[in-house]
């Protein structure tokens, strides 16, 4: 299989439509129909099933979606980190969520000799930029992130604490339950596809509009504790008795050799 035909299919299996798939190519849709079915007689499947109705994946498709997404990664990880290294070889780029530990990051960067270029992402999208090779290394966090096919170390583990407005009722309280927060909406984050969850809570797009919206009173938040450094005076956070205790860790793929890349696993675990 070419790495142009991987391109084409995986195009149009999240568009599951042929124009589309054609338009965001910037190509005519018949040599891109003729691709996906020369596609399938190389590997002997049907990977979308065509009616009236349109375009719909079958359980193969399914597979070599999946598939062609990890490979074309690969390869875009290739590219990225063989350019990275011909400019030097011990600088490193480190993804890290927004507003997540940071005094955690601070002492990392203080305490490493070598150059990291710190790139501030949103929700998840660590585990995307490490697998396409926009990242050497990640700050992550468990059962949050998707960690499979990583190493990791971990760094700290801590409570969660729920972020209130500064007057709501339950804001004035030591200390609560995943229960007592029952009734409040909770704000909705993006999943990997840019979709949301359904619930009553609002849609968030980045941090600052998060902060806004808990001290309108219009949603809260559940957060690690070490993550209260963007809080406003405006917000109260309460430590959550029962909720899962969260270990952040620094992730890094499997595959690596870089020497870069080991010694600030180093720095980080003698921290």
Not at 8 to 14: D, P, Q, W
Not at 101 to 125: F, I, R, S, T, Y
Request: proline share 6%.
């Amino acid at each position: 299989m070419e790495t142009r035909e991987l391109r084409y299919f995986v195009t149009v299996a999240e568009e599951l439509h042929f124009g589309r798939a054609a338009e965001r190519l910037g190509m005519a849709q018949p040599p891109l129909s003729r691709a996906i079915q020369q596609l399938e007689r190389r590997l002997g499947v049907t990977l979308l099933e065509r009616d009236r109705r349109g375009v719909a994946l079958t359980g193969a498709g399914r597979v070599l979606l999946d598939e062609a997404r990890t490979l074309l990664d690969g390869v875009e990880a290739a590219t990225r980190r063989t350019r990275r290294a011909a400019t030097g070889p011990d600088r490193l780029t480190l993804a890290t969520k927004a507003g997540a530990n940071h005094n955690l990051l601070q002492k990392l960067l203080d305490a490493h000799p070598g150059e990291v270029e710190v790139v501030l992402c949103g929700m998840g999208d660590q585990t995307r930029m490490l697998r396409d090779g926009r990242a050497d290394v990640a700050l992550m966090q468990r059962p949050f992130d998707a960690l499979g096919g990583f190493d990791t170390e971990d760094l700290l583990t801590e409570q969660q604490v729920a972020v209130l407005p500064a007057e709501h009722p339950l804001a004035a309280r030591g200390s609560l339950t995943m229960a007592d927060l029952g009734g409040l909406p909770v704000g909705r984050w993006p999943r990997q596809d840019g979709t949301y969850e359904p619930g009553p809570g609002p849609e968030i797009h980045d941090l600052s509009q998060l902060a806004q919206l808990i001290a309108l009173g219009h949603t809260m938040a559940v957060i690690c504790a070490s993550s209260r450094s963007w809080l406003w005076s405006a917000h109260k956070a309460v430590p959550l008795t029962d909720a899962p205790h969260v270990t952040t860790v620094l992730a890094w793929p499997a595959n690596s050799r870089s020497r870069a890349v080991a010694a600030l696993v180093r720095t980080a675990t003698g921290l």
